[in-house]
């Protein structure tokens, strides 16, 4: 048995700081885990990213939909499958749900053909469990500062709007977006996260690292 957490939220939310401690935790209880990103994840991905968050290209809304799905189904063929495949513990930074939040009420594109060609990239996998990390996007915005990517220089209602869409989303699968209030102290979210995750740690049998290959 294996695990698919992934973190979503708006810009500057502190999604990675909380990506890296919940790695930190499990790795220091002994599971592996693989973390990936999006997008990115892999090597093509990473050149996709370039295109997406460089400032150098005006995208059309198609384009940039098309470009995340397909760093989207390279991160899910090439490492994500693989990686839930050999019983590791994966933490994604962004996975579906952003698409549903940026493209979809961001940029107005029609949710359910995005839902279709979204499978497609995902082949139907879906985390396991989804932390949303609730956050006011003006005051993430901030914290990121002037060097800002190409998404990020979008106004402050295109961000509302993802924000909204993410609350939406959580509303809609209580079961596996869980919301969290990223207005409080990284150690304090990270304990909330903890908390939430550990009644599925112990179903893990034949995750964790033998004790000679960790210690
Ligand atoms: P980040 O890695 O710093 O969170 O940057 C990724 C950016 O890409 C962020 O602005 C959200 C955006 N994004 C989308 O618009 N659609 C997507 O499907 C994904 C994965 C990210």
Redesign the pocket.
Known sequence: MSLFISFEGV?GSG??TQVHLLNNYLIDKGFKTLLT????GTEAGEKI?EI??ENKFKLAPYT??FL??A??SQNTIYTIIPALESNKIVIA????E??I???VA?RGLPEKIINEVNALATKGLSPDVTFLLDFDPEIGLQRIGYKK?R??RENIDFHLK?RAAYKKLSRQYPDRIYMVDASRPPEKIHQIIINKISNLLPQLKGNKQNNHAHK
């Open positions: 810009e999604k990675s990103k999006e997008p990115g990213r997406l968050l940039e939909l995340y799905l760093s989207r930074d962004r996975y579906s952003s698409t939040a940026y493209q961001g990517d998404i990020e993802v």
